[in-house]
């Protein structure tokens, strides 16, 4: 407890200062420090003081590179990213989902500095860590009372976001990203009300304007929207139907008004029609 405190008070003095870090600070070592306890259950520590804090010491280049392969690979072990996978409704949440934050950074960092700080089977090995954690992700609450920002699946969408921009990847794997979107945004157990179709739907722009993917496989995959078995009983029908009607209007929209993409926002609008004349007992 006396080192989460030590930690905490250091980061306000250097928040207070515009983040200006002290020349005589290990910075290093404080990234560490702070990776350690990135699942703070204090929101202000967690997301104010450790996620800004990565924000600038990884963007401003303040890290060694050994720093930023330790913090990689600290994010993504069993006790961070895959601390207590599957179990829902208590705080183990906070630490993956800001752990997924963190490697979406150092993606990023990779991404836009050019300094292959990750080789390409490293970034395989990541991308199959990334896929396992979203898939098995169960706790989908967005913001929590008194603790903040748990988020889990908007912050999947930022890390995915980064993973698609990253040249490494192949189609197939670039249409695993999409497949998976999909089966989060047609779960049937929760609703998502805390903007996490559009966290999505940036992922799934990134993708598409690489033009990796050829038109015929988008559009097949937008049209298999529809052949998504809906669960029969309520209000799990509900739920998914939301769901999977949200993804697919905030990607009409955003492709809408990005332009360059007419065909494919006709083909949403089908299977939006499809779910509007099949599932909404509302239409005339």
């Not at 993606?107 to 199959?128: A, P, R, T, W």
């Not at 990005?258 to 099949?278: P, R």
Request: aromatic share 10%; with cysteine; proline share 2%.
């Amino acid at each position: 407890m006396e080192e989460i405190i030590k930690l905490k008070n250091e980061l306000l003095r250097i928040s207070e200062n515009e983040w200006s870090f002290p020349k005589d600070v290990d910075l290093d070592g404080l990234a560490l420090e702070m990776m350690k306890n990135i699942g703070a259950i204090d929101p202000v520590l967690r997301d104010d003081l450790i996620l800004t804090g990565f924000y600038n010491l990884v963007y401003e280049k303040k890290l060694s590179k050994k720093c930023l392969k330790q913090l990689l690979a600290m994010a993504l072990s069993e006790e961070h990213l895959f601390y207590k996978l599957g179990t829902e409704n208590d705080d183990s949440v906070f630490n993956r989902a800001f752990s997924i934050l963190i490697v979406g950074i150092i993606i990023d960092y990779h991404n836009s500095f050019g300094e292959e700080l990750i080789d390409e089977k490293e970034m395989s090995d990541i991308f199959n860590q990334i896929i396992k954690y979203v898939k098995n992700e169960k706790d989908l609450r967005g913001y929590v009372d008194v603790k903040g920002w748990a988020h889990a699946i908007a912050h999947s969408g930022d890390a995915l976001t980064e993973l698609g921009a990253c040249n490494y990847l192949n189609d197939m794997e670039l249409m695993e990203i999409l497949d998976l979107i999909k089966l989060k945004c047609s779960i049937h157990n929760y609703v998502y009300i805390n903007e996490e179709p559009e966290r999505l739907v940036t992922a799934i722009v990134k993708i598409l304007d690489r033009k990796k993917l050829s038109n015929e496989e988008v559009k097949d995959w937008i049209v298999r929207f529809k052949d998504i078995e809906l669960p029969a009983n309520f209000p799990d029908k509900q739920y998914s139907k939301v769901n999977i009607k949200n993804l697919l209007r905030s990607l009409y929209f955003r492709l809408k008004f990005k332009g360059g993409y007419d065909n494919l926002v006709s083909e949403i609008e089908a299977v939006l029609h499809y779910y509007n004349t099949n599932y909404n007992e509302f239409s005339e």
